[in-house]
């Protein structure tokens, strides 16, 4: 019986192995027979990625045609160490250039270098002949040697002209607003101004002008716009064909009628012809005076007040609010305050007075002078109240 039972066992256990073997031949030859149109359908994309590239761009490898007529192709696939390396034919392995076109490639490089640098210097050069032209080395040392106490308001003007008047091409016109109490060298610095340009560029160039002796009254203020802009066009018409920049002075802005603001304002926007925006105007006035000098007095501790570049940023910000609900041209300016006068800088505007006029500078009565001047106190300084105002009528007196 367990021999009968074993004989009928084994056949099953034949019949169980052999179905599994097919099977497992069945799925060998249909991972076959997949593998094989994968590796036919890479070949076509293959090819036609090459024709593609034969007929649309230039060459990039050269292939070589076999004895069969087959394309070789143009990778040689090498597998060492788990790694995969390509070598491309008529490459070096590190894709370096052939000697002669790598001397090449560096003259071209050295070549490209000076040309930079030629052109960088020719830049700096520019930019020095458009400063010679205006000698602003020269009007920095008359403005040390004839203004008096505005060390700041000088190094700020000087630092915005020389900035401006370093190219020919700008997207607008430079506006200085002069701002600060009477008597502190505000039209003083005007007259320098005016003065200064007119010797390095042509009078004509240069417009000097005085609300209250060109257009005091208000019910003209039509004709002196009209005026004005003639001769504002055809300034900066001269100044564009002489490849030089126009400067327009404007005195007692204070008293400036509201018809001449407007247009005044229309001058200083970017959107003109090329001509009007290389101009530079500065606008003169004691507006603001009183916020000038309610800061100089609470800052009286302080060396300089005003600090450098551009005056203190709060001040600034200060006048520029107040100025520009006076009128809205504010807002195009640059503004640059003048500080009150200490005693030491009205001593220094009697003794260049009293030279002028011929007298002996005798530094006593310089200093009795100077003592009949008002002064505010602020801690241990004194800050003339009208400024070097009454240093010519005093000394005409002698």
């Known amino acids: 019986m367990e021999g009968e039972s074993q004989t009928d066992e084994a056949p099953a256990r034949m019949s169980s192995l052999t179905s599994k073997l097919q099977a497992m031949i069945r799925i060998r030859r249909k991972y076959q027979v ?8 890479a070949r076509e994309q293959s090819r036609t990625a090459m024709l593609h590239r034969g007929s649309t761009g ?6 070589e045609t076999t004895a069969a007529g087959t394309v070789a ?28 076109e790598r001397n090449r490639a560096k003259s071209c490089l050295f070549l490209l270098s000076i040309i930079v640098f030629l052109q960088v210097y020719n830049a700096i050069e520019n930019l020095d002949d458009h400063l010679q032209k205006y000698d602003l080395e020269g009007l920095e040392k008359t403005l040390k040697r004839e203004v008096f106490g505005q060390k700041a308001a000088m190094e700020n003007i000087i630092d915005l002209l020389t900035d401006y008047l370093s190219t020919y091409v700008h997207n607008k016109p430079l506006v200085l607003s002069l701002n600060g109490p009477i008597g502190v060298g505000k039209s003083h610095l005007g007259r320098i101004l005016a003065r200064h340009f007119r010797s390095v560029t042509r009078d004509q160039l240069v417009l000097q002008y005085f609300m209250l002796h060109h257009c005091p009254l208000e019910e003209k203020a039509t004709m002196c716009v009209q005026d004005l802009a003639s001769r ?46 290389n101009a530079v105007y500065v606008l003169i006035s004691n507006i603001g005076q009183g916020e000038i000098t309610k800061f100089v007095l609470q800052n009286s501790s302080s060396s300089a007040p005003f600090g450098r570049q551009r005056g203190s940023h709060e001040l600034v910000k200060q006048l520029k609010a107040s100025l520009s609900k006076y009128h809205p041209v504010w807002k195009e300016a640059d503004i640059v305050p003048f ?9 220094d505007c009697f003794l260049d007075e009293m030279t002028q006029e011929g007298f002996y500078p005798d530094s006593s009565h310089i200093e009795h002078l100077a003592g009949e001047i008002s002064y505010y106190t602020a801690g241990d300084k004194e800050y003339s109240m009208n400024g070097c105002k009454q240093v010519v009528a005093k000394v005409n007196l002698l």
């Open 34 to 41: 997949f593998k094989a149109r994968r590796a036919e359908l």
């Open 58 to 63: 230039p060459e990039i490898f050269t292939f």
């Open 73 to 100: 192709s143009p990778c040689v696939c090498r597998r060492k160490k788990n790694s995969f390396r390509a070598q491309y034919k008529g490459l070096s392995p590190a894709f370096n250039l052939p000697v002669q």
């Open 232 to 277: 504002i066009t055809e300034m900066v018409n001269r100044g564009e064909s002489e490849e030089r920049i126009p400067v327009f002075i404007f005195d007692e802005v204070e008293f400036m009628h509201k018809e001449i603001l407007d247009f005044l304002h229309s001058c200083f926007q970017a959107n003109q012809t090329n001509e009007f925006l």
């Open 339 to 347: 500080s009150l006068l200490e005693k030491a800088h009205i001593m």
